[in-house]
C-alpha cells in the first residue's frame, strides 16, 4: 500500500490472519482470536450510529433512571428496531478444509471440532435431543460444507433492512450482544468495569452488574427473578450456561479462553465476575422457587393440588390443570395472583374432597414461613422431602432435578482441572458520561499499548486510521456471497450490476464495507463497488494482475490492464495491488 500521509501503529509480526480478521469478524475468527470479541464493542462504541440512539425521544430523561430502568428501556429499544438472525446463508458458505487450514497455525483440529459448532462440536446431549446441526439449520450443508456465519458490526446490524425479506436491522447472538455492550455503556452510561461478555460453542451472551444482576439473551434480557421463574422462554434462555463450556469472557481488563493457557483479564475482575454470576444462578429453595420448578418439570406436578374456596365451600384441583391454564393468562399459579387465575377456571375441574396421594400446596406455606431451603445443604433439602410424601418427587432423580433448578454452576474457562496462567494486559480506559470524539480520542491514545484497542481501529473499518493491507485481504479473500451471488452475471453484466446499485455507503467518512456487506445491502460507495467487483473477478481470473488506485473523489480498479474508474466521497488516497 503506497500512502505515506497516514500514521498508526504497525501490525505486530504474524499477526495479519488476526488483523485480516478484524474486517470480518467471523464465528470462527472470533474464536480462535478472542481478542476481537471486544474489539469489536470498542468499535461499535466509536461508531455514530449507537450515539445517535441518546438523541431518540426514547431515552428522553433517562438519566433520571436508575440503572436497572435504563437497562430496561434499552432492551426495548433493541426489540422495536432489531430481529434475531439465524439465517446461515447471509454471508455464504465455505468449507472445513479451507477453515482448518486457515487456522492450523493457532489451533488444532481436534480442539476446534470440541469447541465450536461449524467444526463437529455436537452439544451436551442431555439437552441437544435432537441432532445439533440440524437444529441450527447446518444439516442442509454437507458435513464439509459450512456456512460463512459472520458477526456484524452495528451498521451491517442496520443496514439488514435493504435487504429483502427484513423491515428492520437484525443480527445474530454475537452481533447482538456486542451492540448490547457497547449501548450499555453510551447510552445508560454503565462502567465497561461492570460488563462482561461471554461466549459458548454455540451462543453470545452478557452479564451486567446491576441490581441482583441482568444476562443479555439475543435482543432480551434475564433478571434472577426471571432466570427462576421456570417458564419456556426462561429455559432457552439458560441453555448455553446450563449445558455448555464458556469458551471466552471478554472485559475491559482482557480475556480469558477455555483452550489458551494464557489469559489477559485481571484476576480480580474475574473473580467478581464469577462470584456475581454464581450469585446470579443459584437461590434458595422458598414456596415460589419450589412452585416455579414444578411450572419448568411438568412431570413432577402430579405430586400436588391447589386448594381453593368457591362459595363456602372447600375444593381441590389437580395443579396439572392449574398451570395448564397459566397459558395465555397473566396470573400465575406461584405468586400473589393465584387466586385470580384459580377464579378464571371453571368449577367442574375441581373436586369437592382431597385427591387422593397427592400434597395440597397451601399445606407447604407454613413450612416455608420462616425457613428458606439451602439447595446445597443436604439435611435442608430432606426436610423438604418428608413434606412432600410422593414417590415421583422423592426419587433421587427428581430431587437433583430441583436442586439444579435452583443452583446452576457454570462451566467457566477457569477451572480447577484446567488452571489458567493470568498476564493482566492493559485495562481499556473509558469513563462513562464522555462524549464520542472523546472516547475516540482516549482510545487513539491507547491503541499504541494496547492489542484490541488497535483491534478495535480494525473492526471499525475506518482506513484514514489503519493498514489498508488487512481489510484488503479479507475483502479479496471472504466474501463468498458475493461471488456466489453473481454467478449467474457475466463481467459486464456485474460491472453494470453494481453501478445500477445506490452510490451510499452503509458507513460513515472514510470506514468502508466489505464486499459481501456491499451485495448484501445493494449499495456502496465507489471505493466498495470496486472491492466487490475485483473481490468476484479474483476468483474468476486469479491470474489476472489487478491494481486499486485511490484518490479521495475517485477510484480506479484496473484488471489485466483495463482501467475500470468509480467515484468516490470517502476521501481516501492510496495505491495497492490486489
Known sequence: MDDMSRAYPAIPDGQMEKYSSASTLSDMEIFIFPELLYALVLANLMSPAIWAWREDPWFARIDRMTPYRRILRLKQFVMDHY????????????TQERELARFRPFMDEATLSRSNALFGYEGDKYYFDMDIRRHFGLDKYGREVIPYWKTETVEAMDAFRFKEGYASGAGECVSLSTLYAAALHVVCGIPLDDIFLMGTPLHSQNFVFAGDGVLTNNRRLVTKSMWFNGTELTRKAQRALRHEQVTVIAHRTGWIHCVYPGATIAP????????????????????EILLNFLRDSPERQACFQVRHERHGRLLHIAAEKVYHYEHGSPYKVSDATREKLLAEIDEDEFFAAPLEGRVVLDDLEPFFRNRRVDPADEASVRRLMEEVPCHRFQARHAIGEMIDFACLKPNLPDAPSAPRRFVPGPAIDLDPGLAREEVRARLEAQRAGNPVVDLAFYALRDLSRTDWAPFLKAAMERSPVSVKGAADLDDAALEARLRGWPDASIYDGARCAQPDEVWNYRRGDGLEKALCLACVLKARHPAAAMELRVQPDQVVLSVAGREIPWSSAKGLRGVAAL
Request: glycine content about 6%; cysteine-free.
Open 83 to 94: 430481529e434475531f438472525n439465524l439465517d446461515l446463508d447471509t454471508w455464504g458458505l465455505t
Open 268 to 287: 480480580q475482575a474475574y473473580a467478581r465476575l464469577s462470584e456475581g454470576l454464581h450469585a446470579f444462578l443459584r437461590t434458595d429453595i422458598t414456596l
